[in-house]
């Protein structure tokens, strides 16, 4: 199994890291866009060193409770980063977004994949998806993530979820995208509870089973914190444990604040795997 970017291919037989970039201004200092570019690039360089395979930039926060960002905002964002480290680096950068303009101006940067959180729910997207012709994550969310914490609910988590990633795949692949170009996430504190996510991680294997590449994303998630019971605790170890379980279960890429110590865990793992 591999992904094809315009310019390369990655084999998916080993676990890879996608490093999460987030350009949001920082609310601490007054440094304007061109400081959160500058760190924005300086952090991508950093994770490229540290061995990501993918970096995913993204300029609308999807947190809990988050406010939507208007076109040309996260346009202004996440364009000048994408276009800053596709000049300085090789390594494919998919663009964090549900607005088809923002995919278009995205891919005219430099970006080779779209991680879609909306899964090309957003009126357009899959028509512009199609016509781009990049790898893209479709994922699972129930509800916007402004008001998605305050009461999800299932009869069947890991059926509805499945249900809903094989609807949207046909979908896509009926507007003319690739199956081969399509990778699926069950979306992990996107409209769930602990038990929700829970009841997801044990299952992966069934995601796994749709033959599609499987995307897993748990790092610095509130799931860590509940199950050490423990708000105050480095989320690094939790978030690096789950990336491992990830990859043990199947899982071909997981996305990642912490780069470094997920690259290292995987390379352990992948060198003892199988003894
Ligand atoms: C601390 C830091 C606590 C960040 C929570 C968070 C996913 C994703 C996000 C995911 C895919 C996040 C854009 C939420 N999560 N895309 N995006 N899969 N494909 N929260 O799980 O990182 S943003």
Same mark, same amino acid.
């Given at each position: ?15 890879? #890291? ?34 990501? $395979?993918?970096?995913? /930039? ?26 800053? =480290? ?8 998919? *663009?964090?977004?549900? %607005? ?15 991680? $879609? ?13 199609? @016509?781009? &012709? ?21 009869? $069947? /988590? #890991?059926?509805?979820?499945? &249900? ?12 003319? =995208? %690739?199956?081969?170009?399509? *990778? ?12 929700? &996510? ?9 995601? *796994? ?16 914190? %509940?199950?050490? &019971?423990?708000?105050?605790? $480095?989320? /690094?170890?939790?978030? #690096? ?7 043990? %279960? ?12 997920? *690259?290292?865990?995987?390379? =352990? @793992? ?6």
């Amino acid at each position: 199994m591999q992904l094809c970017f315009p310019s390369a291919s990655l084999e998916l037989g080993v676990t890879r #890291v996608m490093g999460i970039l987030n350009v949001t201004p920082d609310s601490f200092s007054d440094g304007g866009l061109y400081a959160s570019h500058d760190a924005a690039l300086r952090r991508a360089l950093e994770m490229v060193e540290e061995g990501a $395979d993918i970096i995913d /930039v993204g300029g609308e926060s999807t947190r809990p409770g988050a406010t939507p960002l208007g076109t040309a905002e996260e346009i202004d964002r996440v364009v000048p980063v994408i276009e800053a =480290i596709c000049r300085l680096t090789s390594v494919p950068v998919s *663009v964090d977004t549900s %607005k088809p303009e923002v995919m278009r101006a995205g891919a005219a940067a430099g970006a080779s994949m779209l991680n $879609d959180v909306r899964a090309l729910g957003v009126e357009g997207a899959v028509e512009v998806a199609a @016509e781009l &012709n990049l790898p893209v994550c479709l994922m699972h969310m129930q509800g916007e993530p402004r008001t998605m914490q305050a009461e999800p609910h299932y009869a $069947d /988590v #890991v059926a509805e979820v499945l &249900n809903y990633l094989q609807e949207r795949i046909a979908v896509c692949v009926a507007a003319g =995208i %690739k199956t081969s170009n399509i *990778v699926i996430d069950p979306g992990f504190g996107f409209g769930k509870t602990l038990e929700h &996510n829970l009841a997801l991680f044990s299952s992966l294997d069934e995601f *796994v089973g749709t033959g599609q590449p499987l995307l897993i994303g748990v790092s610095r998630k509130s799931m860590i914190l %509940k199950l050490l &019971n423990d708000e105050s605790c $480095d989320r /690094v170890i939790g978030s #690096v444990t789950l990336a491992l379980a990830a990859a043990r %279960k199947g899982a071909h890429i997981v996305r990642v604040h912490d780069v470094r110590q997920t *690259v290292d865990a995987l390379r =352990i @793992e992948a060198a003892v795997a199988g003894f």
